[in-house]
């Protein structure tokens, strides 16, 4: 997948690495195949017999594949398995693709629907939570199923009821809805649908009146780069604006493949935004998380959100303490560019929407005195008229 980038910034564009060789198991694919997303969804590695042949599967991991499997399928693209660690099952790659014994425990403050996205669903596929937005499921796909998903129960369930006529439903109380501005397009991940299928919506969206904003919720960007052609984004480019967020949770996620995945994105005159989730052994430490910001910024990707990780049941081995997310805020504000700066939000359970966490800046108030601190801790009066 090439990428004609301008002279002066291919300096930029080489200082991030291509994901490492193939392994084994597709050393014969040819570069054709290898390159089609198509390709790449249609292989994706689902049987501990082929990540056998992929990383080294540990005792561990082969036991929490058999009793997860049920509950939420493995499905992991050849891409993204390309980068992960052969032999270190801490890779934060790994981590966040293949079955870990930490997802049977289920504890029992853990919750099914831990959003309460189902709650506020005035027609199925569509949570109408704030004002003035949506969130608009557009498929039930994902290109690789994240082992800390919040929805996992529904993304791995292909016996989903009629999707056709629920995108029409869907759009049928868009249009009903004049206050309604802003939609999120997400699922699933709504980029596992073909290009028609992504025109269409876009279109029949666009055609509604009183709709302002369109945003795509995609992880494609890093599970599957390939997916971003130029056909797809010749697409986005008819119908904005059009906003792109992703998920990039760590630094070895931006190879050069996603950052041409994203150069095309952002050519396209979209503006590209990270979600990133807080995970605990992948990106929970405040070094990292500044280093992934300015992969992020150096891909033009801008640091939107950082997640709290749910209550979400099967996935407790990846929450941190809320401390950690203040200490990263921490870390970050002050020390490294405000573009680099995200809001660390928690996702309140029983949909109450995101909340953001900030480390204390105010020391004291008391009429029209205002005692803050700074990052380096120095402490500022700020008077009132
Ligand atoms: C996250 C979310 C949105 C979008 O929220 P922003 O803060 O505008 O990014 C909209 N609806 C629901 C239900 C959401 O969870
Ligand atoms: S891409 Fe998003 S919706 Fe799909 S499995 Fe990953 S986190 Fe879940």
């Known amino acids: 997948m090439s990428y004609k980038i301008p002279k002066m910034t291919r300096k930029i564009r080489d200082s991030f690495p291509y994901a490492p060789a193939r392994p084994g198991l597709w050393k014969k694919i040819s570069d054709k195949k ?15 017999e082929d990540l056998e042949r992929v990383v080294s599967v540990t005792a561990a ?30 890779c934060p790659v790994r981590r966040q693709s293949v079955p870990h014994e ?16 189902e709650r506020d669903m005035p027609v199925p596929g569509l949570t109408h939570r704030y004002p003035d937005r949506v969130l608009f499921y557009t498929s039930h796909v994902c290109a690789m199923f994240c082992r800390h998903c919040t929805r996992k129960r529904k993304v791995a369930d292909s016996g989903s009821y009629a999707v056709d006529k629920q995108l029409e439903d869907g759009l049928r109380y868009i249009a009903a809805h004049k206050e309604v501005r802003d939609i999120v397009i997400s699922g699933g991940d709504p980029l596992c649908s073909s290009d028609d299928r992504v025109e269409y919506i876009l279109a029949r969206l666009r055609a509604i009146k009183h709709i302002e904003i369109l945003r795509i919720g995609s992880r494609v960007p890093v599970t599957m780069p390939q997916r971003i052609t130029d056909r797809l984004v010749k697409i986005f480019r008819k119908y904005h604006p059009v906003y792109f967020n992703t998920h990039f949770n760590h630094p070895k996620e931006c190879t050069r493949e996603a950052f041409d995945a994203c150069a095309r994105i952002t050519d396209a005159g979209c503006s590209l935004n990270n979600q990133m989730v807080l995970l605990k052994g992948v990106n929970d430490d405040p070094a990292l998380v500044k280093e992934l910001n300015h992969r992020l910024l150096l891909m033009r990707v801008r640091p939107y959100y950082i997640f709290q990780c749910d209550m979400a049941q099967g996935i407790s081995h990846f929450r941190t303490p809320v401390e950690k997310g203040l200490e990263i805020m921490e870390a970050l504000r002050g020390w490294t560019s405000g573009l680099a700066i995200p809001y660390y939000v928690i996702d309140s359970p029983g949909g109450g ?16 005195k205002w005692v803050l601190r700074n990052f380096r801790k120095q402490e500022f009066t700020y008077l009132e008229p």
Request: aromatic share 10%; proline share 8%; glycine share 4%.
């Open 353 to 368: 929407g995101k909340i953001p966490v900030l480390p204390n800046y105010v020391v004291s108030h008391e009429g029209k």
């Open 61 to 90: 991991e082969r036991d929490a594949f058999h009793r997860s499997n049920e509950l939420f399928k493995m499905a992991i693209t050849p891409y993204y398995a390309s980068l992960m660690d052969k032999a270190d099952p801490e």
């Open 102 to 117: 930490g997802e049977l425990h289920i504890l029992p403050t853990d919750l099914e629907d831990p959003l309460a996205e």
């Open 34 to 48: 290898w390159n089609d997303w198509k390709w790449q969804l249609a292989h994706c590695v689902r049987s501990l």
